[in-house]
């Protein structure tokens, strides 16, 4: 059977090794011209384990890890140390839980995607028609085709939900927060660290392909174009006005450069449907079921999402009437329990009061005194 998968990141990649190896024709349509690098490390966690020791790249994962060199220092509005950080003290549902890079994991998946598997990169879905024989999809190039089925795995701003299953405001429910992301420049030594004032988090680390900032900071849902990059790079520069401490005058200057590589903006969102199948559309990843980047389960839920889709689809002669109540069932109870993680993610990276941010930073050093020597350094 033919299937159509749009988004080329690790919901999408997963979904197209396993249709793939299930039998199925695929083509991988993207909107950029390749696959997206930058972004923040993820996590392959609890059953995604399990999901990527049966594609094989389990090993692979583990290989190209991140490599934690030990807690690092948590800062306050004058730059000064108050306490030390490790996320593993907050963040592993297992003591097998892997942190890697995008770039990196999303190289290991197409590794593993058979060479028939057809990409199509700047290209996106027009419309769609669906009916009893499937999905008459027309490209935005003009190209049509007609598909089994489409998978819309294309994140937050899901142009395949849109089209099957109506408005992003249906769905996409503001967290509380904007998240930013960028490559810091080589040209100057950075301190790895993380600054916190009530509502703001600006950090920088280096997971091993490079330094990188990141900026959480909680607000109200701002109206803005998502494609204006120019318009997100203004208000990146408005939460970090904040704050005039540590290296944060450099960090700005990295957010607002318009050469500056590994740009990322965004709400962070969790995705609420009460179905994620459509006649014969699906969506998976961000696009059905955002955990939002708080929960740390976004890219877990995506590869075991893409599994159970494919093998259940499959299982099902590709009758989709009859794969749906089955998907839900066995997927409904991991998502819920994943977006639930993100509630405790929030007080942890973003205290809302300087008590808050007082007491999870006497957490910290706590912990620091409970875990110490428990966990070694990675590998280099």
Same mark, same amino acid.
């Given at each position: 059977m033919d299937v159509l998968i749009s988004g080329a990141s690790m919901a999408g990649l997963s979904a197209a090794c396993w249709f793939a190896h299930l039998g199925h024709r695929v083509t991988v349509i993207e909107r950029a011209d390749g696959l997206r690098p930058g /972004?923040? #490390?993820?996590?392959?966690? /609890?059953?995604?384990? /399990?999901?990527?020791?049966? %594609? /094989?790249?389990?090993?692979?994962? *583990?290989?190209?890890?991140?490599?934690?060199?030990? #807690?690092? #220092?948590?800062?306050?509005?004058?730059?000064?140390?108050?306490?030390?950080?490790?996320?593993?003290?907050?963040? !592993?549902?297992? *003591?097998?839980?892997?942190?890697?890079?995008? *770039?990196?994991? !999303?190289?290991?998946?197409?590794?593993?995607? #058979?060479?028939?598997?057809?990409?199509?990169?700047?290209?996106?879905?027009?419309? %769609?028609?669906?009916g009893a024989d499937g999905v008459a999809v027309t490209f935005l190039d003009g190209a049509q085709g007609r598909y089994d089925l489409v998978v819309g795995a294309d994140g937050l701003h899901s142009n395949v939900r849109k089209l099957a299953f109506g408005p992003e405001k249906n769905y996409v429910r503001h967290f509380g927060y904007y998240v930013a992301l960028v490559d810091l420049p080589n040209d100057r030594p950075w301190q790895r660290g993380m600054l916190n004032v009530p509502g703001l988090t600006i950090a920088v680390r280096d997971a091993g392909d490079g330094p990188q900032a990141l900026m959480l900071c909680a607000s109200p849902e701002i109206d803005y174009d998502y494609r204006d990059v120019a318009s997100h790079r203004r208000i990146v520069d408005g939460f970090l006005s904040r704050v005039d401490a540590w290296q944060v005058r450099e960090i700005r200057s990295a957010f607002t450069d318009p050469a500056a590589k590994g740009f990322y903006f965004d709400s962070v969102s969790q995705t609420h449907m009460p179905s994620w199948i459509h006649g014969n559309v699906a969506v998976i990843g961000d696009a059905g079921h955002c955990a939002a980047l708080l929960s740390g389960m976004g890219t877990t839920l995506a590869m075991v999402a893409a599994e159970t889709l494919a093998s259940t689809w499959t299982d099902c002669g590709g009758d989709m009437g009859a794969a749906a109540p089955i998907y839900h069932e066995r997927l409904r109870p991991y998502v819920e329990q994943c977006q639930a993680f993100a509630h405790e993610g929030g007080p942890i990276m973003v205290p809302m009061t300087q008590e808050a941010l007082d007491q999870r930073n006497a957490k910290f050093r706590a912990c620091a005194e409970e875990f110490a020597g428990r966990f070694e350094p990675a590998r280099a």
């Open positions: /972004g923040a #490390p993820i996590d392959v966690r /609890g059953r995604a384990l /399990g999901t990527a020791r049966r %594609m /094989g790249i389990l090993q692979q994962i *583990d290989d190209q890890k991140v490599v934690i060199a030990g #807690p690092a #220092p948590v800062l306050d509005a004058t730059g000064t140390q108050v306490a030390t950080l490790d996320l593993r003290w907050f963040a !592993n549902e297992t *003591d097998e839980d892997i942190e890697i890079s995008r *770039d990196r994991l !999303n190289r290991i998946l197409l590794g593993v995607i #058979p060479e028939d598997v057809e990409f199509r990169f700047k290209a996106s879905i027009a419309s %769609m028609v669906d």
